[in-house]
């Protein structure tokens, strides 16, 4: 309310500046009270955003720590069925800060109708009626601003929709990235992601340009609301007087705020609203209810039995109707076209067709009845994709219950749950193993032990860190940390998926006596393997069948029959038996944590001038200065506007006047000092300019005119040489007045629809060149930095870039030079003012100089401390099975409260910052406006005021008061904002490219295959003091070689690999391919012309044709046989053929690495290089594969690392690597017939 205090002094004020007979006291209580009320008035300003910034941050915490829990607390069956990765990341940042940037929003919605009363009110009592055109102009404005509102609401919808899509195939293309970069897929990426991104771009485009119109509306509107009132006012022939007209004005000023602020308010709830459901979509996802889902065994049980199925059916999914994909487009249309006519074949799949049926039907486990004792060893077997790892899924609750009884003890309430793909998080070995608990050292000792971890942590330390997804660790270190980990947990019952398929033989034995029947040997144990020699170790197994359990019984009843159960005693590669186990201890070798870049690097000091350069070089310098042209001349047409109205009502009242008072204003008295004299220059200038305008106005009336009318033209032009105020009607200074407000329409609408379409252009081009450098980035990029900070900068900080960025920036630039107007407007009806005006510019210089510094870094120290609560919650999204099943909920939820309220602390600073410095502002601002009007008074006193001159400069100095606080804000955010920008440049600038360019390939290399490592030393990024993953490795193999590689878990075998596919450089040697040294060779050219097979497979969003022939390269026909060489078409087929989505939610890990070996088989490369590919699958798949191997690629090489036998046995020499040397090199048999070799050690040392 003390708002609105300023117009009605000003009025009073300007009536005692007219009003000699005024006492003289008055004006100094006038101007007493200007500067109380805008005190009083800021001071509550202050307050209320304060409060405002509390509770923002309190319901920031509130949702966040409401989505992590609900992520815990609902099954991942429920999650991922209805939620992408990218959506569930987009509810943590771009919805939570739509929600809580909405607050103020809310306020608005009640304050702004009280707001619009009283103004108009206030109005009325000035100008009546006449007030009424100014509304309705305002009125008429109001629909459009809702229908505008509206329509920004459903863009923004649409827009996170690619938005969601957008991140989600970020996030799968990242973790996927050395999948990628060996397939050389980047472009095939790039051009995905840029399709997702240029959807997006089309609704925020359609957004910006929305924006673009309120923009006009909200910058146009006080001029023109202004000229409506003003003009039907004089229309009316009531009189223009000073106090009326500068009153007015500033009312309009004060009720074109709230209106121009009321379609931001619609639009902000609007957005959160939409945010708001999509939240609560994801809240009301019902809860995993321990209490429904499972049934407690009663009293009178059998108290042995700790598991009872009876007749149970469990489902992945809730059934739905079967979905009809969307037909193909054209281009792909277009494709299969081509590829049919090529190779001139008709489809036979059902898949053909342009539309197929999808199989809604999930994978089932269906009447299961077991009963599972106390203390017990239950051994699971059975083909890929048979229900094995569903059944430990269905035991952990992660699974939709059907039908019948799946009973356990009322005091079991988590399980000691060991996922198929080892989960680690970011932090020491010792954290991970922890996982929370309290360390006690015996119990550490014997775990680590158990768990056959001793000697690699005597080597690497257990402080070593381990980075996100255990990436400088082994797949056998990671699958040995996950496994010590749930035992530390001393749980009842413990739930084993396949922990030991990715460790070699002498490990498996040491972990399967120490750990699973030794130190677990109280407890129950549901323990899934292929092996028979530890299914054999088990008191009852079961074999799966296509979700079922097909036999159950003691394990010789169920391996016997069982031929592909039937391998030799030796079937598992082994290694050196561990030695005598030392005291673990914490070697100096370890992985630094700081090479790791596990805390983000925080800049320092002001926004660097290639950030702004950066930014401005994606906007066009040129469109950037066409944009800040149209700003200069927006601001010009404004103020002249404003100036013609204190011309018109001086030359109005001038014209009343008598003769001799005409004389005394233009020939000054003795009074008049020498700024009088400037200023009646600078009207002598304004004069010129407005008779100008009068004369382009009627240019067309004067090229037409009669001889009766050239004796007015010639005594006008008289009048301009001989400086006479010239007599004009109020309908020319009305026609003035509109042609102005016109031109400040124009320049308005150039400035806003060239800024939004700047801002675009910018978003584009920044987003297009982060892609392009974070996925030709090198390997050693990813291994060092977290997956969630990555996916910060293209979600979080890309929407910066997108909207908040330009947003702010042009509330920047308009508020500068609103501010260079009303001061040089201020001065100019005020001279004396700069005497008070250039102090406060050096307290301002000073305030602003102090706040900025501490500013920036609190920006900055959010946005650091942001970044580990991505991380946290994609761990939570990677581990939440894991985390759930362990009964750790609550402890990792607080770690993520630990981490939002780090957080928090940071942005509470900064919003305390803000407002210290917005009361200091305002306070210096309410002195200019105390000065301006004491300056007034003391005017009035001389006898040189000009009541209009004084009018004006007031109401602006009145505005001043908002402006500087607005405009260092606007500042201080843009510098903030622009942080964004200076994130995603340092990306772009620092992250180091893989160096592709290089010489061509010979024609139709390589012909041989020939391998040739001649002293080859490699050494992985973060390890320090010289440990080499590979040791100077020296061997060579023959033509169409098939080349087992075997070793220890960390011997080096897949850092074989990775030198040969160059994605890690060399310390020393040289690699040959058929005699071509391959670090000369362009990067693609190389990696194009060898096939790889993963270890971890990689299945991203799309179909399955998409997963095995993303570039489009083969017929249906070539898919269909590759599937069928490896086993899978019958899985692909049940799915809905080529064309169904092969999202990990419908595959097991199994699954997905056949998906894989059909790349290879469709590629049949020269060169083959298999990093453990059976690791997951049975022996009879297994078999399949190796047989699919050696008949597809019978004349290519194949380098082969494994932990089996039976695929080293195929191979024609078996290299033997240990602690990174090439230690033996013969063939199989050769080597198992010494006793002495390393071969016959590691299969039968244990």
Same mark, same amino acid.
């Not at 009627?698 to 007015?712: A, C, D, F, Y």
């Not at 990689?1098 to 095995?1108: A, L, T």
């Given at each position: ?20 007979? $005024? ?189 673009? $119109? ?92 700790? $598991? ?27 494709? %299969? ?12 799949? %059902? ?20 009963? $599972? ?165 088990? %008191? ?119 003769? *001799? ?137 890309? @929407? ?50 102090? @706040? ?122 843009? *510098? ?47 390890? *320090? ?92 026909? *070539? ?72 008949? %597809? ?54």
């Amino acid at each position: 309310m003390a708002g609105f205090a300023g117009p009605i002094l000003l009025n009073y004020l300007i009536k005692f500046v007219e009003d000699e007979s $005024i006492d003289q006291h008055l004006g100094y209580v006038y101007a007493g009270s200007l500067l109380g009320a805008t005190l009083i008035s800021a001071l509550f300003n202050v307050h209320f955003n304060w409060f405002m910034s509390v509770v923002g941050l309190k319901m920031r915490g509130a949702i966040v720590a409401t989505i992590l829990r609900k992520t815990l607390s609902v099954t991942s069956t429920e999650l991922n069925n209805v939620f992408s990765i990218g959506e569930i990341t987009n509810f943590m940042s771009t919805d939570t800060d739509r929600i809580v940037n909405s607050c103020p929003s809310f306020h608005a919605l009640w304050s702004i109708p009280l707001q619009l009363f009283i103004t108009l009110f206030l109005l009325y009592q000035q100008v009546g009626i006449s007030f009424l055109a100014g509304v309705a102009f305002s009125i008429i404005l109001i629909p459009i601003n809702k229908m505008i509102a509206n329509k920004i609401g459903q863009l923004s919808t649409e827009m996170m929709k690619h938005k969601d899509s957008r991140v989600s195939l970020i996030s799968d293309l990242l973790k996927g990235i050395r999948t990628v970069k060996v397939h050389v897929w980047e472009d095939y990426f790039i051009n995905r992601v840029s399709e997702a991104r240029s959807q997006e771009l089309r609704y925020l485009r359609g957004r910006k340009y929305l924006d673009a $119109i309120c923009v006009v509306l909200w910058a146009t509107t006080p001029v023109l609301v202004a000229a409506f009132t003003l003009g039907t006012h004089s229309l009316r022939g009531l009189p223009l007087d000073a106090p009326t007209v500068f009153t007015t004005v500033a009312l309009i000023n004060m009720l074109i705020a709230p209106l121009n602020a009321f379609p931001w308010v619609l639009n902000g709830l609007t957005e959160a609203w939409v945010s708001i459901k999509r939240i609560q979509k994801l809240l009301d996802l019902p809860d995993m209810d321990a209490e429904l889902y499972y049934d407690r065994l009663n009293k009178n049980h059998d108290e042995d039995k700790v $598991i009872i199925f009876k007749n149970a059916t469990f489902s992945w999914a809730k059934p739905s109707k079967r979905k009809r994909l969307p037909k193909k487009s054209k281009k792909n249309k277009g494709k %299969s076209k081509k590829r049919l006519s090529r190779g001139n074949i008709q489809r036979r799949d %059902s898949t053909s067709s342009s539309e197929q049926l999808v199989q809604d039907e999930p994978f089932m486990l269906k009447d299961i009845s077991l009963e $599972i004792g106390n203390e017990e060893l239950i051994g699971v077997t059975g083909a890929v994709g048979s229900g094995k790892t569903s059944l430990l899924h269905a035991i952990i609750g992660d699974m939709i219950k059907k039908s019948g009884y799946l009973q356990i003890p009322e005091n079991l309430t988590s399980f000691g749950y060991v996922s198929q793909k080892p989960w680690l998080i970011r932090g020491t070995i010792r954290d991970n193993i922890l996982f929370g608990k309290p360390y006690e050292e015996t119990k550490f000792r014997n775990v680590v032990d158990a768990c056959a971890l001793t000697e690699d942590l005597n080597i690497i330390g257990w402080n070593a860190y381990v980075g996100e997804g255990g990436c400088t660790l082994s797949g056998g270190q990671r699958a040995r940390i996950a496994l010590a980990r749930a035992v530390y947990q001393d749980k009842q019952v413990y739930l084993l998926d396949d922990v030991l398929a990715g460790v070699d033989g002498a490990v498996s034995a040491h972990i399967m006596q120490r750990c699973i029947l030794g130190l677990l040997r109280h407890t129950t144990r549901i323990f899934v393997a292929h092996s028979p020699r530890h299914l054999a170790r088990t %008191s009852y197994t079961l074999l799966m069948e296509d979700g079922r359990i097909l036999r159950q019984g003691p394990p010789e009843t169920i391996l016997n029959d069982i031929e592909e159960f039937m391998p030799s005693e030796s079937e598992s590669l082994g290694e050196e038996p561990p030695r005598v186990l030392e005291p673990v201890q914490d070697n100096n070798d370890t992985i630094s944590r700081n090479s790791l870049d596990d805390e983000e690097s925080m800049s320092q000091g002001t926004v660097g001038w290639w950030v702004i350069g950066l930014y401005l070089r994606s906007v066009g310098v040129f469109l950037s200065i066409t944009i800040i042209l149209s700003l200069v001349l927006m601001q010009l047409s404004q103020n002249f506007t404003f100036l013609w109205l204190t011309y018109w009502v001086k030359n109005r009242t001038k014209n009343s006047t008598s003769l *001799e008072d005409t004389e005394f204003i233009e020939h000054p008295t003795e009074k008049t000092n020498i700024l009088d004299h400037g200023v009646l220059a600078v009207d002598n200038v304004i004069h010129t300019i407005i008779n100008a305008t009068r004369m382009l106005l009627e240019k067309k009336n004067v090229e037409n005119t009669t001889s009766q009318q050239g004796p007015q033209i010639e005594q006008l032009l008289q009048d301009l040489k001989a400086n006479v105020t010239p007599t004009y009607t109020d309908n020319f200074y009305l026609e003035v007045y509109f042609g102005l407000a016109g031109l400040n329409l124009l320049f308005t609408i150039m400035r806003a629809f060239l800024f939004a379409y700047g801002g675009v252009k910018a978003a584009t081009r920044i987003h297009k060149v982060l892609l392009k450098v974070i996925i030709k980035a090198k390997v050693k990029f990813f291994d060092i930095t977290p997956l969630g900070r990555i996916v910060n900068r293209f979600s979080s900080d890309t @929407y910066t870039v997108d909207d908040s960025l330009p947003f702010i920036l042009n509330i920047l630039l308009a508020q500068t030079f609103s501010l260079i107007g009303a001061v040089a407007v201020t001065l100019y009806g005020l001279p004396w003012l700069v005497a008070g005006v250039l102090p406060l510019t050096f307290v301002y210089y000073r305030l602003q100089r102090r @706040y900025r510094v501490t500013s920036r870094q609190l920006k900055r120290l959010q946005s650091v401390t942001l970044s580990p609560v991505y991380t946290h919650f994609s761990d939570t999204l990677d581990g939440q099975q894991t985390v759930r099943a362990l009964g750790a909920g609550g402890a990792w939820g607080a770690r993520g409260a630990e981490l939002v309220e780090a957080w928090q602390r940071a942005a509470l600073g900064a919003a305390a910052a803000a407002q210290w410095l917005a009361l200091r502002l305002q306070a210096a601002a309410a002195a200019v406006v105390a000065a301006a009007a004491l300056l007034a008074v003391l005017q009035r006193t001389m006898h040189a005021a000009d009541p209009g001159l004084i009018g004006l400069a007031i109401s602006y100095a009145l505005s001043m008061t908002s402006m500087l606080s607005n405009l260092l804000n606007s500042f201080t955010e843009t *510098e903030r904002e622009m942080i964004a920008v200076e994130r995603v440049g340092e990306y772009i600038k620092t992250v180091e490219s893989e160096p592709i360019d290089g010489d061509s390939p010979p024609y139709g290399w390589p012909s041989q295959g020939v391998i040739e490592f001649e002293d080859v030393f490699l050494k992985y990024s973060g390890r *320090e003091n010289g440990v080499m993953a590979l040791n100077g490795v020296s061997f060579s193999t023959h033509p169409g070689e098939k080349l087992g590689v075997v070793g220890r878990t960390g011997a080096g075998k897949s850092s074989l690999l990775t030198a040969l596919l160059r994605l890690a450089p060399l310390a020393r040697g040289r690699i040959l391919i058929d005699g071509v040294d391959i670090s000369k060779l362009h990067l693609h050219s190389l990696r194009s012309r060898i096939g790889v097979i993963p270890q971890e497979p990689f299945i991203f969003s799309g179909s399955v044709r998409d997963n095995v022939d993303p570039l489009g390269q083969y017929l249906d026909a *070539e898919l269909w046989r590759a599937l069928d060489a490896c086993g899978a078409r019958a899985l692909v087929a049940a799915r809905g053929g080529l064309h169904a989505p092969a999202a990990h939610a419908l595959l097991s890990r199994g699954h997905a690495q056949l998906l894989c070996v059909v790349r290879a088989l469709l590629h049949r490369p020269k060169i083959l290089l298999v990093d453990e590919a059976t690791a997951n699958l049975d022996n009879e798949a297994e078999r399949q594969i190796l047989d699919a191997i050696r008949s %597809s690629f019978g004349g290519s090489s194949v380098v082969l690392v494994a932990h089996r036998l039976a695929g080293v046995l195929q191979c024609a020499r078996a290299l033997v690597l240990a602690a990174g040397r090439a230690a033996d090199l013969r063939a199989p048999d050769d080597a198992l017939a010494d006793h002495s070799s390393h071969l016959y050690q590691l299969v039968y040392g244990s």
